[in-house]
């Protein structure tokens, strides 16, 4: 699904200067974007809110006590 997103008329410009060919400008920036990127590399540049941020931690501390807790279930069982 597309989704439309506002950039400065200088982002434009230089986005539409990398287009290679018939290259979308939604492949340019896959082009440009880091390969496997991390959320925490972006942590700190000021791209999420402090809240946003707290809120993204919590689900991963969350996700972990759960696959924690099913794992303790998991070598239960093939001690059994």
């Known amino acids: 699904m597309a989704k439309n997103i506002a950039v400065?008329?200088?982002v434009y410009k230089v986005l539409n200067q990398l287009k290679l060919g018939n290259e979308s400008f939604s492949d340019v920036i896959k082009r440009l974007l880091p390969p496997k990127s991390m959320l925490s590399d972006i942590a700190g540049?000021?791209?999420f809110s402090y809240q946003e941020w707290s809120k993204?931690?919590?689900a991963f501390k969350?996700?972990?006590a759960l696959d924690d807790e099913r794992m303790k279930k998991l070598l239960g069982r093939m001690v059994d």
């Open 45 to 47: 540049t000021r791209t």
């Open 56 to 58: 993204i931690q919590r």
């Open 8 to 10: 400065t008329d200088d």
């Open 62 to 64: 969350d996700q972990r």
